[in-house]
Each structure stands twice: as structure tokens, then as C-alpha cells.
């Protein structure tokens, strides 16, 4: 099993990304899958999850309104829309899901 995730980078504050996720060796349509960051010195946190199939979806208070999960289970990849992005966003941003994980994508959002 194995994930991939992609789209990070170097933004603006005020500035946007998409984050990808391509699952490899795992029938992502059967699965919630989830988004997680962790800034230096904290703790991973969630970001966002969606269900199976994409029906459902749920944020963390702090990113609810700008973050945006969605699921192309064609394709077995996950999505992460993020705008209004604040420097406070700044993490590495990990997909997740039945205990798997990916190596992660940083997002630095800086002047």
C-alpha cells in the first residue's frame, strides 16, 4: 500500500493550493479518508476526512471554509483544496487511512 501525496509548495498568505493524494495497492472507494498536518513543534492534527463515498465530509474548526476534501475514487486519489491560506497553515500534510500513511507534502505559506 502506498501514498503518494503531491501539490505542496511555497504560497502567499491569502494564496491557494491543491494537495493530491494517489492511493497505490488500496481500494481507496472502500475507505473514509482523511487529511492531517503537523506544524514543527506540535502534534499531528486532522485537517479533513470524507467518507467512502464522498457524501460526507467534515473539517477541523480551523480550516473549515477555506480547505475543501474531495475524492476521484476512478482514480483512487484524494484532494485537498486549501485557500485563504495563513501562515498558520504551514505543515507537512499527510493522507491517511486504515492505519496507512503517506510520506507527506510540505506547505509553507509565507510573505
Known amino acids: 500500500v502506498h501514498f503518494v501525496e503531491s501539490g505542496g509548495g511555497l504560497v502567499q498568505p491569502g494564496g491557494s493550493l491543491r494537495l493530491s493524494c494517489a492511493a497505490s495497492?488500496?481500494?481507496?472507494?472502500?475507505?473514509?479518508m482523511y487529511w492531517y498536518r503537523q506544524a514543527p513543534g506540535k502534534e499531528r492534527e486532522l485537517v479533513a476526512y470524507?467518507?467512502?463515498?464522498?457524501?460526507?465530509?467534515n473539517y477541523a474548526d480551523s480550516v473549515k471554509d477555506r480547505f475543501t476534501i474531495s475524492r476521484d475514487n476512478a482514480t483512487n486519489t484524494v484532494y485537498l483544496q486549501m485557500n485563504s491560506l495563513k501562515p498558520e497553515d504551514t505543515a507537512v500534510y499527510y493522507c491517511?487511512?486504515?492505519?496507512?500513511w503517506g510520506q507527506g507534502t510540505q506547505v509553507t505559506v509565507s510573505p
Open positions: 491517511s487511512s486504515s492505519g496507512f
Open positions: 495497492g488500496f481500494t481507496a472507494s472502500r475507505y473514509r
Open positions: 470524507i467518507s467512502y463515498d464522498g457524501g460526507t465530509t
